[in-house]
């Protein structure tokens, strides 16, 4: 299983990105995929998962009505929109197998993840 994750940069404060996971050595839609962040001297932050079973989709509190989460069977990818970017966004992005916990979501078998720089 490998997930490698691309289009991070950096943008401005309110800018937007979209960020791409490429799933190879197994189909994106044998697992759940999300995102989660990790910025410089803070916690991990899981942000978003999307449910192949249904399609229902998770968001955090701190990206909801911002980032959208999706994907595409076809190219074998997964795609996080990220809108209204804001400088407490900035930090290395990473898309991994997600599951849903009691307690939240926790994330598994992430590759390389690729740096959103939102300048103020």
């Known amino acids: 299983v490998q997930l490698q994750a691309s289009g991070g940069g950096l943008v401005q404060n309110g800018g937007s990105l979209r960020l791409s996971c490429a799933a190879s050595?197994?189909?994106?839609?044998?697992?759940?995929i999300g995102w989660f962040r990790q910025a410089p001297g803070k916690e991990r932050e899981g942000v978003s998962c999307?449910?192949?079973?249904?399609?229902?989709?998770y968001y955090a509190d701190s990206v909801k009505g911002r980032f959208t989460i999706s994907r595409d069977n076809a190219k074998n990818t997964e795609y996080l929109q990220m809108n209204s970017l804001k400088p407490e966004d900035t930090a290395v992005y990473y898309c991994?197998?997600?599951?849903?916990?009691?307690?939240?979501?926790?994330?598994?078998?992430w590759g390389q993840g690729t740096l959103v720089t939102v300048s103020s």
């Open positions: 991994a197998i997600c599951r849903k916990e009691p307690y939240g979501y926790e994330y598994d078998h």
């Open positions: 999307i449910s192949v079973s249904d399609g229902n989709t």
């Open positions: 050595g197994f189909t994106l839609d044998d697992y759940d």
